[in-house]
Protein backbone atom coordinates (compact mmCIF):
# COMPACT_ATOMS: atom_id res chain seq x y z
CA UNK A 1 0.00 0.00 0.00
CA UNK A 2 1.58 3.47 -1.15
CA UNK A 3 1.15 6.56 1.28
CA UNK A 4 -1.28 7.98 -1.13
CA UNK A 5 -3.72 4.87 -0.39
CA UNK A 6 -2.74 4.77 3.59
CA UNK A 7 -3.79 8.40 3.84
CA UNK A 8 -7.44 8.37 1.95
CA UNK A 9 -8.37 4.82 4.21
CA UNK A 10 -7.18 7.10 6.94
CA UNK A 11 -9.34 9.57 5.88
CA UNK A 12 -12.55 6.75 5.55
CA UNK A 13 -11.74 5.78 8.34
CA UNK A 14 -12.02 8.50 10.51
CA UNK A 15 -15.06 9.80 8.39
CA UNK A 16 -16.48 6.63 9.29
CA UNK A 17 -16.12 6.94 12.98
CA UNK A 18 -17.37 10.31 12.93
CA UNK A 19 -20.46 8.80 11.15
CA UNK A 20 -21.18 5.59 13.10
CA UNK A 21 -23.18 6.11 16.21
CA UNK A 22 -23.15 3.73 19.18
CA UNK A 23 -26.30 5.77 21.00
CA UNK A 24 -29.96 4.79 19.51
CA UNK A 25 -31.88 6.81 17.07
CA UNK A 26 -34.22 8.92 20.20
CA UNK A 27 -30.89 9.65 21.35
CA UNK A 28 -28.94 10.96 18.60
CA UNK A 29 -31.42 14.10 18.06
CA UNK A 30 -31.87 14.94 20.85
CA UNK A 31 -28.86 16.47 23.58
CA UNK A 32 -28.91 14.58 26.34
CA UNK A 33 -25.39 15.71 28.35
CA UNK A 34 -23.93 19.02 27.58
CA UNK A 35 -20.30 20.26 28.10
CA UNK A 36 -19.70 23.66 28.62
CA UNK A 37 -16.57 25.39 28.81
CA UNK A 38 -15.57 28.65 29.76
CA UNK A 39 -12.87 30.76 31.56
CA UNK A 40 -15.22 32.79 33.71
CA UNK A 41 -18.35 31.67 35.07
CA UNK A 42 -20.38 32.92 37.98
CA UNK A 43 -19.93 33.79 41.27
CA UNK A 44 -16.08 34.20 40.22
CA UNK A 45 -16.24 37.04 37.61
CA UNK A 46 -18.59 38.89 36.50
CA UNK A 47 -18.34 39.49 33.01
CA UNK A 48 -20.68 39.43 30.28
CA UNK A 49 -19.07 36.15 29.55
CA UNK A 50 -19.90 34.41 32.92
CA UNK A 51 -23.32 35.95 33.57
CA UNK A 52 -24.49 34.08 29.30
CA UNK A 53 -22.91 30.58 31.00
CA UNK A 54 -24.48 30.60 33.96
CA UNK A 55 -28.07 31.96 32.41
CA UNK A 56 -27.61 29.26 29.94
CA UNK A 57 -26.35 26.53 32.40
CA UNK A 58 -29.45 26.61 34.39
CA UNK A 59 -31.82 27.45 31.40
CA UNK A 60 -30.62 23.85 30.03
CA UNK A 61 -31.22 22.33 33.02
CA UNK A 62 -34.91 23.24 33.58
CA UNK A 63 -35.52 21.95 30.13
CA UNK A 64 -33.84 18.21 31.43
CA UNK A 65 -30.37 18.61 30.10
CA UNK A 66 -27.48 17.18 31.87
CA UNK A 67 -25.14 20.26 32.19
CA UNK A 68 -21.57 20.12 32.64
CA UNK A 69 -19.54 23.28 32.71
CA UNK A 70 -16.23 23.37 33.50
CA UNK A 71 -14.93 26.40 34.79
CA UNK A 72 -11.30 28.00 35.89
CA UNK A 73 -11.31 28.98 39.75
CA UNK A 74 -7.36 28.10 41.11
CA UNK A 75 -9.14 28.30 44.83
CA UNK A 76 -11.11 25.60 44.27
CA UNK A 77 -9.61 23.62 41.25
CA UNK A 78 -10.20 19.87 41.67
CA UNK A 79 -13.62 20.87 43.39
CA UNK A 80 -17.23 19.91 41.80
CA UNK A 81 -19.99 22.09 42.61
CA UNK A 82 -23.24 21.56 42.48
CA UNK A 83 -25.53 24.56 41.71
CA UNK A 84 -28.86 23.50 41.35
CA UNK A 85 -28.79 20.46 38.33
CA UNK A 86 -25.91 22.16 36.91
CA UNK A 87 -22.12 20.82 37.94
CA UNK A 88 -19.80 23.23 38.02
CA UNK A 89 -16.37 21.93 37.82
CA UNK A 90 -13.63 24.10 38.73
CA UNK A 91 -9.66 23.42 37.16
CA UNK A 92 -6.78 25.60 38.07
CA UNK A 93 -3.70 26.00 35.96
CA UNK A 94 -0.81 24.82 37.64
CA UNK A 95 1.82 26.38 34.96
CA UNK A 96 2.65 29.67 35.43
CA UNK A 97 1.90 31.26 32.51
CA UNK A 98 3.25 35.02 31.67
CA UNK A 99 0.53 36.43 28.80
CA UNK A 100 -3.12 35.94 28.27
CA UNK A 101 -2.77 33.97 25.55
CA UNK A 102 -0.36 31.19 27.15
CA UNK A 103 -2.35 30.82 29.86
CA UNK A 104 -5.22 29.59 27.49
CA UNK A 105 -3.21 26.95 25.43
CA UNK A 106 -1.71 25.49 29.38
CA UNK A 107 -4.78 25.61 31.45
CA UNK A 108 -6.41 23.51 28.06
CA UNK A 109 -4.39 20.48 29.53
CA UNK A 110 -6.56 20.52 32.87
CA UNK A 111 -9.84 21.13 30.99
CA UNK A 112 -8.93 18.11 29.11
CA UNK A 113 -8.77 16.24 32.04
CA UNK A 114 -11.78 17.17 33.49
CA UNK A 115 -14.13 16.86 30.48
CA UNK A 116 -12.03 13.06 29.95
CA UNK A 117 -12.86 12.40 34.02
CA UNK A 118 -16.79 13.20 33.00
CA UNK A 119 -16.58 11.17 29.39
CA UNK A 120 -15.27 8.21 31.18
CA UNK A 121 -16.19 8.17 34.67
CA UNK A 122 -20.16 9.64 34.27
CA UNK A 123 -20.76 8.72 30.77
CA UNK A 124 -21.47 10.40 27.60
CA UNK A 125 -20.78 13.92 26.36
CA UNK A 126 -23.38 14.51 23.36
CA UNK A 127 -21.69 18.01 22.86
CA UNK A 128 -19.37 20.65 23.50
CA UNK A 129 -20.27 24.44 23.56
CA UNK A 130 -16.98 26.57 24.03
CA UNK A 131 -17.15 30.01 24.81
CA UNK A 132 -14.70 32.68 23.90
CA UNK A 133 -11.25 32.39 22.31
CA UNK A 134 -9.82 31.31 25.53
CA UNK A 135 -11.73 28.07 25.41
CA UNK A 136 -11.34 27.00 21.81
CA UNK A 137 -8.34 25.07 21.31
CA UNK A 138 -9.64 22.96 23.93
CA UNK A 139 -12.88 22.51 22.13
CA UNK A 140 -11.21 21.89 18.95
CA UNK A 141 -8.85 19.35 20.85
CA UNK A 142 -11.73 17.33 22.57
CA UNK A 143 -13.82 17.72 19.58
CA UNK A 144 -11.50 15.66 17.62
CA UNK A 145 -10.87 13.10 20.39
CA UNK A 146 -14.19 12.48 21.92
CA UNK A 147 -15.48 12.68 18.50
CA UNK A 148 -18.52 14.78 19.37
CA UNK A 149 -19.46 18.03 17.80
CA UNK A 150 -18.20 21.57 18.70
CA UNK A 151 -20.36 24.97 19.11
CA UNK A 152 -18.51 27.80 19.80
CA UNK A 153 -19.83 31.28 20.94
CA UNK A 154 -18.33 34.71 20.38
CA UNK A 155 -18.23 37.37 22.51
CA UNK A 156 -16.29 39.50 20.71
CA UNK A 157 -13.64 39.60 18.95
CA UNK A 158 -9.61 40.53 19.07
CA UNK A 159 -10.17 42.55 16.07
CA UNK A 160 -12.43 45.08 18.44
CA UNK A 161 -10.10 44.34 21.41
CA UNK A 162 -7.28 45.87 19.80
CA UNK A 163 -7.90 47.57 16.41
CA UNK A 164 -5.12 48.15 14.40
CA UNK A 165 -2.91 46.19 16.55
CA UNK A 166 -0.74 43.56 15.03
CA UNK A 167 1.95 41.45 16.93
CA UNK A 168 2.63 38.11 18.03
CA UNK A 169 -0.05 38.12 20.51
CA UNK A 170 -3.05 39.79 18.67
CA UNK A 171 -2.03 37.57 15.14
CA UNK A 172 -2.21 33.97 17.22
CA UNK A 173 -5.29 34.88 19.19
CA UNK A 174 -7.01 35.78 15.53
CA UNK A 175 -5.97 32.55 14.36
CA UNK A 176 -7.46 30.90 17.27
CA UNK A 177 -10.79 32.78 16.84
CA UNK A 178 -10.52 31.62 13.12
CA UNK A 179 -9.92 28.16 13.93
CA UNK A 180 -12.85 28.22 16.02
CA UNK A 181 -14.97 29.35 13.03
CA UNK A 182 -13.91 26.47 10.86
CA UNK A 183 -13.45 23.99 13.14
CA UNK A 184 -16.57 23.95 14.95
CA UNK A 185 -20.00 23.09 14.01
CA UNK A 186 -22.03 26.11 14.67
CA UNK A 187 -21.40 29.54 15.76
CA UNK A 188 -23.53 31.65 18.20
CA UNK A 189 -23.26 34.95 18.54
CA UNK A 190 -25.44 37.39 20.69
CA UNK A 191 -26.45 39.95 18.18
CA UNK A 192 -26.60 40.68 14.24
CA UNK A 193 -24.04 43.63 14.17
CA UNK A 194 -21.40 40.65 15.96
CA UNK A 195 -22.63 38.13 12.95
CA UNK A 196 -21.58 40.49 10.22
CA UNK A 197 -18.29 41.48 12.15
CA UNK A 198 -17.70 37.71 12.26
CA UNK A 199 -18.31 37.51 8.32
CA UNK A 200 -16.00 40.22 7.69
CA UNK A 201 -13.25 39.15 9.54
CA UNK A 202 -13.08 35.01 9.24
CA UNK A 203 -15.84 34.66 6.34
CA UNK A 204 -17.48 31.37 8.01
CA UNK A 205 -20.60 30.49 5.90
CA UNK A 206 -23.67 32.29 6.41
CA UNK A 207 -25.90 29.79 7.98
CA UNK A 208 -23.37 28.37 10.16
CA UNK A 209 -23.52 31.34 12.51
CA UNK A 210 -26.61 31.96 14.30
CA UNK A 211 -27.72 35.02 16.42
CA UNK A 212 -29.05 33.92 19.84
CA UNK A 213 -28.56 36.16 22.73
CA UNK A 214 -30.04 36.09 26.66
CA UNK A 215 -32.27 39.37 25.60
CA UNK A 216 -33.82 37.17 23.65
CA UNK A 217 -37.62 35.63 26.07
CA UNK A 218 -37.34 31.61 25.93
CA UNK A 219 -33.43 31.87 24.66
CA UNK A 220 -32.38 28.55 25.44
CA UNK A 221 -34.82 26.79 23.85
CA UNK A 222 -33.37 28.21 20.50
CA UNK A 223 -30.15 26.94 21.79
CA UNK A 224 -31.67 23.38 22.40
CA UNK A 225 -33.00 23.33 19.07
CA UNK A 226 -29.71 24.64 17.50
CA UNK A 227 -28.16 21.73 19.23
CA UNK A 228 -30.64 19.00 18.20
CA UNK A 229 -29.62 20.67 14.57
CA UNK A 230 -25.69 20.39 15.33
CA UNK A 231 -26.70 16.79 16.46
CA UNK A 232 -28.43 15.77 13.45
CA UNK A 233 -25.93 17.18 10.80
CA UNK A 234 -23.01 15.47 12.84
CA UNK A 235 -25.14 11.86 12.66
CA UNK A 236 -25.09 12.77 9.03
CA UNK A 237 -28.77 13.23 8.78
CA UNK A 238 -28.79 16.45 7.23
CA UNK A 239 -25.65 17.46 5.62
CA UNK A 240 -26.58 20.84 3.65
CA UNK A 241 -24.21 23.20 5.17
CA UNK A 242 -20.01 23.33 4.22
CA UNK A 243 -18.71 23.94 7.39
CA UNK A 244 -15.42 25.04 5.91
CA UNK A 245 -14.47 28.29 4.68
CA UNK A 246 -13.06 31.44 5.06
CA UNK A 247 -9.59 32.36 5.93
CA UNK A 248 -8.29 34.65 8.76
CA UNK A 249 -8.09 38.44 7.77
CA UNK B 1 2.93 -3.14 20.95
CA UNK B 2 2.31 0.39 19.06
CA UNK B 3 4.17 3.11 20.21
CA UNK B 4 2.99 6.60 20.13
CA UNK B 5 5.90 8.97 19.88
CA UNK B 6 5.58 12.49 20.29
CA UNK B 7 8.33 14.40 19.13
CA UNK B 8 8.42 18.28 18.00
CA UNK B 9 11.54 17.82 15.96
CA UNK B 10 12.33 14.44 13.28
CA UNK B 11 15.05 14.05 10.70
CA UNK B 12 15.05 15.59 8.50
CA UNK B 13 14.45 18.68 11.07
CA UNK B 14 17.24 18.26 13.39
CA UNK B 15 17.83 21.14 15.73
CA UNK B 16 19.40 19.57 18.59
CA UNK B 17 20.19 15.54 19.71
CA UNK B 18 16.19 14.92 19.87
CA UNK B 19 15.56 14.31 16.53
CA UNK B 20 18.15 11.62 16.01
CA UNK B 21 18.18 9.81 19.37
CA UNK B 22 14.14 9.84 18.61
CA UNK B 23 14.08 8.48 14.61
CA UNK B 24 17.34 5.84 16.11
CA UNK B 25 14.81 4.58 18.74
CA UNK B 26 11.83 4.38 16.65
CA UNK B 27 14.09 2.41 13.88
CA UNK B 28 15.47 -0.06 16.71
CA UNK B 29 11.84 -0.39 18.07
CA UNK B 30 10.79 -1.39 14.69
CA UNK B 31 13.44 -4.03 14.25
CA UNK B 32 12.33 -5.24 17.72
CA UNK B 33 8.79 -6.03 16.30
CA UNK B 34 6.99 -3.13 17.90
CA UNK B 35 5.11 -0.66 15.84
CA UNK B 36 6.20 2.93 16.35
CA UNK B 37 4.23 5.76 15.08
CA UNK B 38 5.97 9.23 15.31
CA UNK B 39 3.97 12.32 15.26
CA UNK B 40 6.10 15.57 14.42
CA UNK B 41 6.30 18.88 12.88
CA UNK B 42 6.92 19.36 9.22
CA UNK B 43 8.07 22.82 7.72
CA UNK B 44 8.17 23.95 3.88
CA UNK B 45 4.96 22.44 3.19
CA UNK B 46 6.12 18.75 3.63
CA UNK B 47 3.45 17.36 5.75
CA UNK B 48 2.23 14.01 5.47
CA UNK B 49 2.77 10.50 6.07
CA UNK B 50 5.31 8.41 5.44
CA UNK B 51 6.43 4.44 6.43
CA UNK B 52 10.24 4.51 6.91
CA UNK B 53 11.45 0.84 7.43
CA UNK B 54 8.63 -0.19 10.09
CA UNK B 55 8.05 3.27 11.31
CA UNK B 56 5.34 5.43 10.63
CA UNK B 57 5.85 9.12 10.62
CA UNK B 58 2.84 11.64 10.62
CA UNK B 59 4.01 15.00 9.72
CA UNK B 60 1.62 17.72 10.23
CA UNK B 61 2.06 21.55 8.75
CA UNK B 62 3.81 23.46 11.66
CA UNK B 63 4.21 26.68 9.44
CA UNK B 64 3.00 29.88 9.97
CA UNK B 65 1.44 29.49 13.79
CA UNK B 66 1.58 32.91 14.26
CA UNK B 67 2.85 33.55 17.77
CA UNK B 68 4.17 35.58 20.88
CA UNK B 69 7.60 34.01 20.87
CA UNK B 70 8.52 30.39 20.65
CA UNK B 71 6.96 29.01 24.28
CA UNK B 72 3.79 30.36 23.07
CA UNK B 73 4.33 29.00 19.75
CA UNK B 74 5.43 25.30 21.02
CA UNK B 75 2.50 25.64 23.27
CA UNK B 76 0.02 26.36 19.74
CA UNK B 77 1.92 23.91 17.72
CA UNK B 78 0.96 21.02 20.52
CA UNK B 79 -2.50 22.02 19.60
CA UNK B 80 -2.14 20.83 16.50
CA UNK B 81 0.04 17.83 17.56
CA UNK B 82 -3.28 17.05 19.71
CA UNK B 83 -5.20 17.15 16.61
CA UNK B 84 -2.95 15.15 14.41
CA UNK B 85 -3.03 12.55 17.32
CA UNK B 86 -6.56 11.58 17.73
CA UNK B 87 -6.62 11.07 14.38
CA UNK B 88 -4.32 8.96 14.09
CA UNK B 89 -5.31 7.23 16.70
CA UNK B 90 -8.92 6.40 15.04
CA UNK B 91 -6.74 4.60 12.15
CA UNK B 92 -4.14 2.35 14.60
CA UNK B 93 -7.22 2.07 17.37
CA UNK B 94 -4.63 0.22 19.73
CA UNK B 95 -1.91 2.46 20.96
CA UNK B 96 -0.29 1.25 24.39
CA UNK B 97 1.07 3.89 25.31
CA UNK B 98 2.69 7.90 24.61
CA UNK B 99 5.82 8.79 24.92
CA UNK B 100 6.80 12.55 25.01
CA UNK B 101 10.39 13.83 24.34
CA UNK B 102 11.12 17.31 26.65
CA UNK B 103 8.88 19.93 27.52
CA UNK B 104 7.66 20.83 23.54
CA UNK B 105 5.34 17.96 23.01
CA UNK B 106 4.35 17.60 26.79
CA UNK B 107 0.84 19.64 26.33
CA UNK B 108 -0.57 17.82 23.98
CA UNK B 109 0.80 14.39 25.53
CA UNK B 110 -0.98 15.37 29.04
CA UNK B 111 -3.99 16.01 27.15
CA UNK B 112 -3.73 12.71 25.49
CA UNK B 113 -3.48 10.68 28.80
CA UNK B 114 -6.45 12.00 29.91
CA UNK B 115 -8.77 11.25 27.13
CA UNK B 116 -7.42 8.30 26.35
CA UNK B 117 -6.56 6.99 29.59
CA UNK B 118 -3.18 5.33 28.69
CA UNK B 119 0.15 5.37 30.61
CA UNK B 120 2.62 8.30 29.35
CA UNK B 121 6.25 7.88 29.44
CA UNK B 122 8.47 11.01 29.17
CA UNK B 123 12.15 11.11 27.98
CA UNK B 124 13.82 14.34 29.43
CA UNK B 125 16.66 15.60 27.30
CA UNK B 126 17.08 18.39 29.47
CA UNK B 127 15.84 20.70 31.44
CA UNK B 128 15.68 24.42 31.25
CA UNK B 129 17.20 25.25 34.45
CA UNK B 130 20.03 23.86 33.20
CA UNK B 131 20.01 25.25 29.57
CA UNK B 132 19.85 28.56 30.94
CA UNK B 133 22.06 28.10 34.23
CA UNK B 134 18.67 29.23 35.84
CA UNK B 135 15.34 30.21 36.14
CA UNK B 136 15.18 34.21 36.14
CA UNK B 137 12.37 34.86 33.42
CA UNK B 138 8.69 34.49 33.12
CA UNK B 139 9.37 32.73 30.11
CA UNK B 140 11.87 30.38 31.67
CA UNK B 141 9.67 29.79 34.94
CA UNK B 142 6.46 28.35 32.65
CA UNK B 143 8.78 25.84 30.73
CA UNK B 144 9.98 24.78 33.97
CA UNK B 145 6.67 24.62 35.35
CA UNK B 146 6.12 22.50 31.98
CA UNK B 147 8.34 20.61 32.52
CA UNK B 148 7.37 19.64 36.19
CA UNK B 149 3.71 18.92 35.26
CA UNK B 150 5.32 16.53 32.51
CA UNK B 151 7.22 14.41 34.73
CA UNK B 152 4.28 14.38 37.88
CA UNK B 153 1.76 12.81 34.93
CA UNK B 154 4.20 10.58 33.85
CA UNK B 155 3.85 6.79 34.54
CA UNK B 156 8.09 6.79 33.77
CA UNK B 157 10.37 9.21 33.26
CA UNK B 158 13.48 8.47 31.48
CA UNK B 159 17.09 10.40 31.85
CA UNK B 160 19.82 9.76 29.81
CA UNK B 161 22.13 10.00 32.08
CA UNK B 162 22.74 9.69 36.02
CA UNK B 163 23.29 13.41 35.96
CA UNK B 164 20.18 14.17 35.05
CA UNK B 165 17.94 11.75 36.92
CA UNK B 166 19.72 13.39 39.68
CA UNK B 167 18.94 16.83 38.19
CA UNK B 168 14.92 15.83 37.50
CA UNK B 169 14.99 14.09 40.96
CA UNK B 170 16.06 17.59 42.96
CA UNK B 171 14.19 20.10 40.47
CA UNK B 172 10.50 18.34 40.70
CA UNK B 173 11.11 16.16 43.99
CA UNK B 174 10.63 13.16 41.70
CA UNK B 175 10.71 10.13 43.52
CA UNK B 176 14.00 8.12 42.90
CA UNK B 177 12.15 5.03 41.90
CA UNK B 178 9.75 6.74 38.87
CA UNK B 179 13.15 7.63 37.05
CA UNK B 180 14.97 5.24 34.81
CA UNK B 181 18.34 6.40 33.23
CA UNK B 182 18.52 4.85 29.52
CA UNK B 183 21.42 6.44 27.93
CA UNK B 184 21.53 8.00 24.28
CA UNK B 185 23.30 5.69 21.62
CA UNK B 186 24.87 5.85 18.65
CA UNK B 187 24.68 4.41 14.93
CA UNK B 188 28.05 3.55 14.39
CA UNK B 189 27.11 2.12 10.60
CA UNK B 190 26.58 5.90 9.78
CA UNK B 191 30.11 6.53 10.79
CA UNK B 192 32.15 4.36 7.98
CA UNK B 193 35.18 6.67 6.92
CA UNK B 194 34.60 8.25 3.67
CA UNK B 195 36.58 8.14 0.58
CA UNK B 196 39.49 10.64 -0.66
CA UNK B 197 39.26 11.74 2.76
CA UNK B 198 42.99 13.38 2.30
CA UNK B 199 41.80 15.17 -0.87
CA UNK B 200 38.24 16.58 1.24
CA UNK B 201 40.85 18.56 4.05
CA UNK B 202 41.60 21.03 1.51
CA UNK B 203 38.39 22.51 2.01
CA UNK B 204 38.79 22.96 6.01
CA UNK B 205 42.71 22.71 6.74
CA UNK B 206 45.96 22.72 5.23
CA UNK B 207 47.35 19.67 4.71
CA UNK B 208 50.14 19.83 7.32
CA UNK B 209 47.42 21.13 9.37
CA UNK B 210 45.77 19.38 12.47
CA UNK B 211 42.02 19.83 12.99
CA UNK B 212 40.13 20.40 16.11
CA UNK B 213 36.86 19.96 16.09
CA UNK B 214 33.97 21.39 17.71
CA UNK B 215 29.84 20.86 16.83
CA UNK B 216 27.08 21.87 18.38
CA UNK B 217 24.41 24.91 18.80
CA UNK B 218 26.38 28.01 19.64
CA UNK B 219 24.32 28.73 22.89
CA UNK B 220 25.97 29.29 26.74
CA UNK B 221 25.72 25.75 27.59
CA UNK B 222 27.61 24.43 24.72
CA UNK B 223 30.89 26.22 25.63
CA UNK B 224 31.62 27.24 22.26
CA UNK B 225 33.27 30.45 23.14
CA UNK B 226 35.56 28.47 26.00
CA UNK B 227 36.84 26.71 23.05
CA UNK B 228 37.47 30.20 21.66
CA UNK B 229 39.21 31.24 24.36
CA UNK B 230 41.42 28.45 24.31
CA UNK B 231 42.77 28.43 20.47
CA UNK B 232 45.98 31.47 21.95
CA UNK B 233 46.82 29.08 24.39
CA UNK B 234 46.78 26.24 21.60
CA UNK B 235 48.55 27.66 18.81
CA UNK B 236 51.19 28.47 21.50
CA UNK B 237 52.05 25.04 21.38
CA UNK B 238 50.78 23.82 18.58
CA UNK B 239 51.32 26.18 15.45
CA UNK B 240 49.66 23.75 12.76
CA UNK B 241 46.16 23.23 14.84
CA UNK B 242 43.20 24.39 12.74
CA UNK B 243 39.68 24.70 14.56
CA UNK B 244 36.60 23.99 12.72
CA UNK B 245 33.83 25.53 14.39
CA UNK B 246 30.59 23.90 12.93
CA UNK B 247 26.53 24.67 13.86
CA UNK B 248 24.96 28.07 14.41
CA UNK B 249 23.74 29.96 16.97
CA UNK B 250 23.07 33.33 19.12
CA UNK B 251 26.41 33.58 20.21
CA UNK B 252 28.34 32.80 16.91
CA UNK B 253 28.73 36.46 16.08
CA UNK B 254 30.71 37.01 19.42
CA UNK B 255 32.59 33.96 18.91
CA UNK B 256 33.41 35.10 15.32
CA UNK B 257 34.21 38.97 16.85
CA UNK B 258 36.64 37.16 20.16
CA UNK B 259 38.56 34.97 17.37
CA UNK B 260 39.32 37.90 15.23
CA UNK B 261 39.96 40.31 18.63
CA UNK B 262 42.49 37.17 19.87
CA UNK B 263 44.11 37.22 16.26
CA UNK B 264 43.06 33.39 15.46
CA UNK B 265 40.93 34.22 13.03
CA UNK B 266 43.12 32.73 10.43
CA UNK B 267 42.98 29.63 12.10
CA UNK B 268 39.78 29.64 12.95
CA UNK B 269 36.54 28.32 10.40
CA UNK B 270 33.19 28.75 11.31
CA UNK B 271 31.08 26.47 8.41
CA UNK B 272 27.52 26.90 10.08
CA UNK B 273 25.48 24.17 9.75
CA UNK B 274 26.47 21.13 7.85
CA UNK B 275 25.12 18.03 6.44
CA UNK B 276 25.46 14.44 7.26
CA UNK B 277 28.25 13.68 5.05
CA UNK B 278 30.02 16.89 5.64
CA UNK B 279 30.05 16.16 9.32
CA UNK B 280 30.87 12.51 9.04
CA UNK B 281 33.76 13.56 6.82
CA UNK B 282 35.28 16.37 9.54
CA UNK B 283 35.19 13.93 12.44
CA UNK B 284 36.97 11.49 10.39
CA UNK B 285 39.21 14.42 9.67
CA UNK B 286 40.00 15.67 13.02
CA UNK B 287 42.88 14.90 14.94
CA UNK B 288 40.79 15.93 18.04
CA UNK B 289 36.98 16.75 18.92
CA UNK B 290 36.18 18.99 21.88
CA UNK B 291 32.88 18.91 23.55
CA UNK B 292 33.63 21.73 25.53
CA UNK B 293 29.94 22.49 27.04
CA UNK B 294 29.46 24.37 30.41
CA UNK B 295 25.37 22.17 30.70
CA UNK B 296 25.04 18.72 29.21
CA UNK B 297 22.68 16.36 29.82
CA UNK B 298 24.43 13.41 27.76
CA UNK B 299 26.37 14.62 24.82
CA UNK B 300 25.79 13.30 21.64
CA UNK B 301 28.96 14.48 19.83
CA UNK B 302 31.50 12.67 22.10
CA UNK B 303 30.00 9.31 20.87
CA UNK B 304 29.53 9.86 17.51
CA UNK B 305 33.07 11.20 17.82
CA UNK B 306 34.29 8.16 18.80
CA UNK B 307 32.17 5.79 16.79
CA UNK B 308 34.57 7.42 13.91
CA UNK B 309 38.07 7.15 15.49
CA UNK B 310 38.56 10.25 16.56
CA UNK B 311 40.02 11.13 20.07
CA UNK B 312 37.63 13.41 22.38
CA UNK B 313 38.38 16.12 24.98
CA UNK B 314 35.18 16.68 27.23
CA UNK B 315 34.41 19.11 29.83
CA UNK B 316 34.22 17.24 33.23
CA UNK B 317 30.44 18.02 33.72
CA UNK B 318 26.75 16.66 33.55
CA UNK B 319 26.34 13.23 31.47
CA UNK B 320 29.52 13.99 29.50
CA UNK B 321 31.51 13.15 32.69
CA UNK B 322 29.67 9.84 32.49
CA UNK B 323 30.28 8.87 28.79
CA UNK B 324 34.67 8.73 29.22
CA UNK B 325 36.48 7.81 30.92
CA UNK B 326 39.72 9.84 31.70
CA UNK B 327 42.77 8.95 29.83
CA UNK B 328 41.46 5.53 28.71
CA UNK B 329 39.00 6.67 25.84
CA UNK B 330 38.65 10.53 26.31
CA UNK B 331 40.65 13.58 28.15
CA UNK B 332 38.41 15.69 30.99
CA UNK B 333 39.23 19.34 31.39
CA UNK B 334 37.81 21.87 33.45
CA UNK B 335 34.47 23.00 32.63
CA UNK B 336 34.49 26.98 31.88
CA UNK B 337 37.58 27.20 31.88
CA UNK B 338 39.43 28.07 28.39
CA UNK B 339 43.33 27.22 29.86
CA UNK B 340 42.19 23.67 30.67
CA UNK B 341 40.46 23.17 27.96
CA UNK B 342 43.78 23.84 25.57
CA UNK B 343 45.79 21.91 28.12
CA UNK B 344 43.28 18.91 26.49
CA UNK B 345 43.90 19.56 23.61
CA UNK B 346 47.51 20.14 23.28
CA UNK B 347 48.53 16.58 25.35
CA UNK B 348 46.28 14.84 22.53
CA UNK B 349 47.93 16.90 19.81
CA UNK B 350 51.20 16.26 21.19
CA UNK B 351 50.89 12.95 21.92
CA UNK B 352 49.67 10.28 18.65
CA UNK B 353 50.38 7.13 20.89
CA UNK B 354 47.59 8.11 23.64
CA UNK B 355 45.40 9.36 20.80
CA UNK B 356 45.63 6.21 19.77
CA UNK B 357 45.39 3.99 22.72
CA UNK B 358 41.89 6.16 23.31
CA UNK B 359 40.60 6.42 20.42
CA UNK B 360 40.57 2.21 20.12
CA UNK B 361 39.23 1.89 23.69
CA UNK B 362 36.57 4.67 22.90
CA UNK B 363 35.70 2.41 19.47
CA UNK B 364 35.07 -0.42 21.61
CA UNK B 365 33.02 0.84 24.27
CA UNK B 366 30.25 2.18 21.92
CA UNK B 367 30.26 -0.87 20.04
CA UNK B 368 29.30 -2.89 24.01
CA UNK B 369 27.32 -0.10 24.91
CA UNK B 370 25.99 2.39 23.35
CA UNK B 371 24.62 0.79 20.36
CA UNK B 372 20.68 1.55 19.64
CA UNK B 373 19.70 -2.30 19.62
CA UNK B 374 20.64 -2.62 22.99
CA UNK B 375 19.32 1.37 24.56
CA UNK B 376 15.85 0.35 22.31
CA UNK B 377 15.80 -3.02 24.22
CA UNK B 378 16.02 -1.13 27.91
CA UNK B 379 13.33 1.07 26.67
CA UNK B 380 11.12 -1.47 25.85
CA UNK B 381 11.40 -3.55 28.91
CA UNK B 382 10.81 -0.63 30.74
CA UNK B 383 7.42 -0.38 28.21
CA UNK B 384 6.45 -3.84 29.13
CA UNK B 385 6.69 -3.11 32.94
CA UNK B 386 4.53 0.01 33.12
CA UNK B 387 2.20 -1.87 30.57
CA UNK B 388 1.93 -4.80 32.81
CA UNK B 389 1.20 -2.14 35.79
CA UNK B 390 -1.33 -0.15 34.01
CA UNK B 391 -3.23 -3.91 33.41
CA UNK B 392 -3.09 -4.23 36.78
CA UNK B 393 -4.80 -0.71 37.31
CA UNK B 394 -8.34 0.71 37.31
CA UNK B 395 -7.61 3.35 36.01
CA UNK B 396 -8.84 2.73 32.35
CA UNK B 397 -10.82 4.44 29.70
CA UNK B 398 -14.74 3.50 30.02
CA UNK B 399 -18.37 4.50 28.74
CA UNK B 400 -18.08 5.48 24.93
CA UNK B 401 -14.59 6.41 24.49
CA UNK B 402 -13.98 2.40 25.27
CA UNK B 403 -15.98 0.96 22.24
CA UNK B 404 -14.27 3.90 19.83
Known sequence: ?249 | MKILHLAWEYPPYKVGGLATHVEELAHAQAKMGYEPIVITCAFEGKEGYENVDGVHVFRFNADNIPAEDFPSWALQMNLLMQNEASQVISEFKDISLFHTHDWLSATSAIALKHIYRLPLISTVHSLEVGRRGGIYDDRQKMINDIEGRMVYESWKVLTCSEFMKRSVSSQFSVPWDKIDVVPNGVNAAKFKTPENLLAEKNRFALPHEKIVFFVGRHVWEKGVDVLVGAIPYVLKECPDAKFVISGKGYMTDKCKKLAWDFGVADKTLFTEYVDDNTLNLLYHLSDVVVCPSRYEPFGIVPLEAMASNAPVVISDTGGLNEIIEHEKDGLKVMTNNSESLAWGITRVLKDPGLAQFMKKNAAEKVRSIYDWEKIAARTCNIYNQVISDYQKNSWKPRGPQAKV
Open chain 1, 1 to 249: MNNLDLNQKIINNIVRQLRINPLDEAQRKKPKNVLLISADYLPKDVSNVALQCKSLADGLAERGINVHVISVDDWKAGTTVEMGAVKVHYVGNTIKAYSPLTWALTVGMDVCRVAADIYHNEGNIDLIHAHDWMMFPTGINLQFALKRPLIVNYYSLQHHRTPGVSNGFTEAVKQIEWRGSTESRRILVNEDWMKRELMNYYSPPKDKVNVIGPQAEDWTKDIVRDYSWVLKNWWGEEENIDTKGGNPK
